[in-house]
């Protein structure tokens, strides 16, 4: 037997006894085999003779004719000996397939993914309780379990050369746990709305390729080249940063592997994730439910405004939830819809600060949207257009809030006759303190204040109104005369009177 041949029983013989320790036809084949090569290596060896006595040697002894060498003997084979059929060679998928091929591989569904590496944790940590002597079988459910999923193959609890350390086995486990969190994590993220998924993507992407670079440390520290699971992650991180153009520069090269015994740290990143995760799920199925509730809402008011008075409750409720969930202020369908019904807003009827945003977008809309061609037909005024004008007639009026409209200003300074309206358009934030030289002004008469589209804090106008002796008007709809003029002969009409009288 040559030194190649005997080198490569061995290595068979080697891979072959902790298989043949729980199969109980691969023994009696391999005995069947031993017994079938003892048998031939009998029937090879020479029959034993008794020795002839050595002649002398003969003085001439003639050549005499070659005689044939006889055939050996046939190869009789055992009628007990049996091989069994082999099994079909494993192909298997490299860890890393190469970065410009997928190799043929279709990744499984996320939902699978994680399922598969929850039942593999279970099974990790029970090799290493079973390594502690702690347990000695695996419960047959964990099988059940494993059987009931595609492709679930749980190859740690099967024979294999693997090591004997119990914490790898353990390390190796809480690296499946990782792998499963991170794959539910993405397909949660699959599930949010656009923008929202862009806000997170990038961080998940590199979140789930650090859990399988460790889940491939973990199989490999107890000498295992592959597990299916980290491979088909390994593949939706890729395809997912490549779709949308995201370069994730670690984790994903075999040289930059994350130890499996760090897993506890990252556990924890991935439950902060996906908590921020299911909260904007969250918010994107409040706001889809209440952008549709708002929506019919306003076009049951849009056709029936002599009802809307009692909708306006629930809108505003509405506004505030959308709003707070994720919708712009200045979303387009609202902004349609709410254009014919604003002005039936009851004045009693106060908005929370995210339907004043909302109404605040809908003022600017108004101010920035092209001028219509020409001016509308002049109507005849109403009677408290016209008593306003005898009192305004000339004069300055200071009209703050919201965002000046080119066509609204002329409209009013003509309805009133006055000499000119100082509108002060009104943003976020700003400091009360820049309506105080305009309030001062001798040529101010009144001050308008509309309070739909100003912030709470402008009420503190009424301070410097006060200091100068300025009356002022709280303007609670829009900027018709018809209404500015009711407003004003309501609050200021007895003091305007009397100041025209004092001259």
């Excluded at 079909?88 to 499984?108: S, W």
């Amino acid at each position: 037997m040559t030194d190649e041949l005997a080198e490569a029983l061995l290595a068979l013989f080697e891979r072959l006894a902790p298989y043949a320790r729980t199969d109980a036809p691969l023994r009696e084949a391999v005995t069947g085999l031993g017994r079938a090569v003892a048998a031939w290596g009998e029937q090879l060896a020479p029959a034993e003779v008794a020795p002839a006595p050595v002649p002398p040697p003969p003085a001439f002894e003639p050549a005499r004719p070659a005689v044939p060498v006889p055939p050996p003997p046939p190869v009789v084979i055992p009628a007990d000996f049996s091989l069994a059929k082999p099994l079909a060679p494993i192909v298997r998928p490299t860890a890393y397939p190469d970065e410009d091929d997928r190799g043929g591989i279709t990744p499984v569904d996320l939902g699978v993914i994680a399922r598969r590496c929850q039942l593999k944790s279970e099974a990790a940590r029970m090799v290493a309780a079973r390594k502690r002597g702690d347990i000695f079988s695996i419960p047959e459910d964990l099988i059940h379990r494993a059987n009931a999923l595609p492709d679930c193959d749980l190859w740690m609890v099967h024979p294999g050369d693997y090591v004997e350390a119990p914490q790898a086995w353990e390390d190796l486990g809480g690296a499946y746990a990782v792998g499963a969190e991170a794959a539910e994590m993405l397909a949660v993220l699959r599930e949010l709305p656009k923008p929202l998924a862009e806000r997170h993507r990038e961080r998940v992407l590199y979140a789930v390729a650090e859990a399988q670079s460790m889940m491939w440390s973990g199989v490999l520290d107890v000498h295992r080249r592959v597990d299916n699971d980290q491979v088909h992650l390994f593949v939706h991180v890729r395809e997912e940063a490549r779709e949308y153009q995201i370069y994730i520069n670690r984790y994903l090269r075999r040289e930059d592997r994350v130890a499996a015994d760090r897993w506890p740290d990252l556990l924890s990143r991935i439950a902060v994730l996906k908590e921020q995760l299911a909260g904007d799920r969250s918010k994107a199925r409040t706001r889809d439910k209440g952008l549709n509730s708002i929506k019919y809402k306003l076009r049951k008011m849009g056709e029936s405004p002599a009802k809307a008075t009692e909708e306006w409750p629930r809108v505003l409720e509405l506004l505030e939830e959308v709003i707070a969930a994720g919708v712009p202020p200045s979303n387009a369908d609202l902004r349609e819809l709410l254009l014919p019904v604003l002005e039936t807003l009851p004045e009693d009827q106060e908005p929370g600060p995210n339907a004043e945003r909302v109404f605040a977008a809908v003022n600017e809309y108004l101010a920035t949207r092209p001028a219509p061609a020409a001016e509308p037909a002049d109507e005849e005024p109403s009677a408290e257009v016209r008593a306003v004008a005898e009192l305004l007639q000339g004069r300055e009026v200071v009209l703050i809030g919201g965002v000046e409209r080119a066509a609204s200003r002329r409209l009013i300074e003509r309805a009133f006759k006055l000499s000119r309206l100082n509108w002060l358009s009104t943003r976020p934030h700003e400091s009360v303190t820049y309506f105080e030289p305009h309030v001062a002004r001798p040529e101010t008469v009144i001050v308008l204040l509309a309070i739909r589209w100003s912030s709470h804090s402008y009420g503190d106008v009424k301070e410097y109104c006060d200091k100068y002796g300025k009356p002022i008007v709280y303007l609670t709809a829009g900027y018709n005369p018809n209404q500015i003029a009711h407003h004003i002969l309501q609050q200021v009409g007895d003091r305007l009177r009397a100041l025209t009288r004092a001259g």
